[in-house]
């Protein structure tokens, strides 16, 4: 049984331009979320997918964007790069099983290196 | 609103010494509490979890963990420490109607031979 994959595991930018990062859940897995951590931090989320819509989002602007598949996996792209976007994007993918949440599980990340 | 404190930055041990690892949390409901463990440059993977009935949760690695209503507490514990174990150790909350957990600013292990 596969876990969760995430592509690609390190990613080198420049400001100003954008990137996509993708991830598969766990098989049997139906919700996506995202998380950023910067070097040293906890994670921070970003958004929640499930059934293909944005179901929660934290603290973080518009340049930060997703999408679900009908498969469900996911996509997060971030717009107009900063140095701070610098981090591990973690994916976590869990069941969504009536009025709360099952566990989280998390892929390996992705690292973004902003320069 | 729920929140977790880990009250230990780092915590240093010796191998085959045994380990505490603090957890407080804050939420106004039956917690769902999680404990991950990060090694360096990686994803997080699950140690244990407390959903409900006994309050002493037993994990992966030989990990286990006590919820103490009481106390507001959920300390992960391991008997005796390998090199191996060195890592971040997150303790998070979550529950019913809190679709995304809270994790804790993490507690460095550092394992000394």
């Known amino acids: 049984d596969a876990g969760v994959t995430q592509s690609p ?7 100003g331009q954008q990137v996509t990062l993708r991830c598969s859940p766990k098989s049997g897995h139906d919700t996506v979320s995202w998380y950023q951590q910067a070097l040293g931090q906890e994670p921070q989320f970003i958004f929640q997918y ?6 929660q989002r934290g603290n973080f602007p518009d340049r ?7 498969n469900y996996s996911s996509e997060l792209n971030v717009n107009a790069l900063l140095l701070g976007d610098s981090a591990l994007y973690l994916c ?4 969504r099983t009536g009025k709360y949440q099952e566990t989280q599980y998390f892929g390996p990340g992705t690292r973004l290196l902003v320069l | ?14 191998e085959g010494a045994s380990l505490e690892l603090r957890c407080n949390y804050s939420y106004g ?28 949760v037993q994990g992966i690695k030989g990990f286990e963990a006590e919820f103490k209503r009481s106390q507001s507490s959920f300390n992960l ?14 303790c998070a909350v979550g529950g019913r109607g809190s679709y ?6 993490g507690t460095s292990l550092i394992v000394h031979p």
């Open chain 2, 1 to 14: 609103a729920q929140s977790v404190t880990q009250p230990d930055i780092h915590i240093t041990v010796s």
């Open chain 1, 50 to 55: 499930y059934e293909e819509e944005e179901r």
């Open chain 2, 77 to 90: 514990r391991k008997p005796s420490v390998h090199w191996s174990d060195a890592a971040e150790y997150f």
């Open chain 2, 29 to 56: 409901a039956t917690p769902y509490l999680f404990w991950y463990v990060q090694s360096p440059g990686q994803g997080l993977q699950l140690l244990l979890k407390y959903f409900s009935g006994d309050t002493l």
């Open chain 1, 64 to 70: 930060f964007s997703g999408h679900q598949f009908p």
């Open chain 2, 100 to 105: 995304i957990p809270t994790f804790g600013r």
């Open chain 1, 92 to 95: 976590a993918s869990s069941v």
């Open chain 1, 9 to 15: 595991t390190h990613l080198i930018k420049t400001r």
